[in-house]
């Protein structure tokens, strides 16, 4: 499977506690989005890699979350002392934009829920 | 800040006919791109059809079409010959573009359920 991957694709936590999701992108992606999407809202934007380096943290992302790409490859997204607030779908998504093909794929999501 | 507005929350359609999903957008960049996704129930979001502003034809994929008014702001996909397999949600989005970072700005969605 050359797409992107997520795992885990199902996350139920208790309140206080810390997650790490993990994501594969497509192996020739240079840039790295992670999205957040709630209920009936489409995905918003967390946050941007290109390689290893973090370029760009939405205001949503609060101290609470951290997010790595160790030698620009894979990312991980930790949220420390998980609230219910957090329960949401956490997408991944890769891309590498030439002129003709700028599309973003994306993986199937960790779907977390805080309980 | 962009917004992409997707006015129908649900639409149904009969299989095998045409359905036109509504967007509207609002940006000052002149350039920027438009984008359609489909999310089925198992969650990834699957690219369907991109149209860029300085693109002058409608985008096509076959069964989808992109209705672009750049006057109007709008960018509307039209499928074609509906499929019970297209019963989804379907986003519009927009590529916003600071520097290297193409982040894309979804609408809330239009859940689309075709009957047999």
């Known amino acids: 499977d050359t797409g992107v991957s997520q795992n885990p694709r199902h996350k139920i936590t208790k309140r206080g506690q810390n997650v790490t999701f993990r994501c594969d992108p497509i192996?020739?992606?240079?840039?790295l989005y992670w999205y957040r999407q709630t209920l009936g809202q489409g995905p918003e934007f967390l946050t941007y890699f290109q390689n290893e380096a973090q370029l760009e943290k939405s205001r949503l992302l609060s101290d609470r979350f951290s997010a790595e790409r160790p030698k620009g490859s894979f990312s991980t997204l930790e949220i420390q002392r998980t609230e219910q607030g957090d329960s949401a779908m956490y997408l991944c998504?890769?891309?590498?934009?030439?002129?003709?093909?700028?599309?973003?794929?994306f993986g199937q999501g960790t779907r977390l829920t805080v309980v | 800040a962009q917004k992409i507005t997707q006015t129908q929350p649900g639409m149904f359609v009969q299989e095998k006919e045409a359905v036109t999903l509504d967007c509207t957008y609002d940006t000052s960049d002149q350039s920027y791109g438009l984008f359609w996704y489909k999310q089925p129930s198992s969650g990834e979001m699957i690219f369907l059809i991109y149209q860029g502003s300085y693109d002058e034809q409608n985008a096509t994929e076959g069964r989808y079409s992109l209705n672009f008014q750049k006057a109007r702001k709008s960018a509307n996909l039209v499928i074609s010959a509906s499929q019970l397999g297209d019963s989804a949600m379907y986003f519009c989005?927009?590529?916003?573009?600071?520097?290297?970072?193409?982040?894309?700005?979804f609408g809330k969605g239009t859940l689309l359920t075709v009957n047999p």
């Open positions: 192996s020739e992606h240079n840039r």
């Open positions: 989005a927009m590529r916003e573009v600071r520097g290297s970072n193409y982040k894309l700005t």
């Open positions: 998504a890769s891309s590498f934009p030439t002129a003709s093909n700028t599309e973003a794929f």
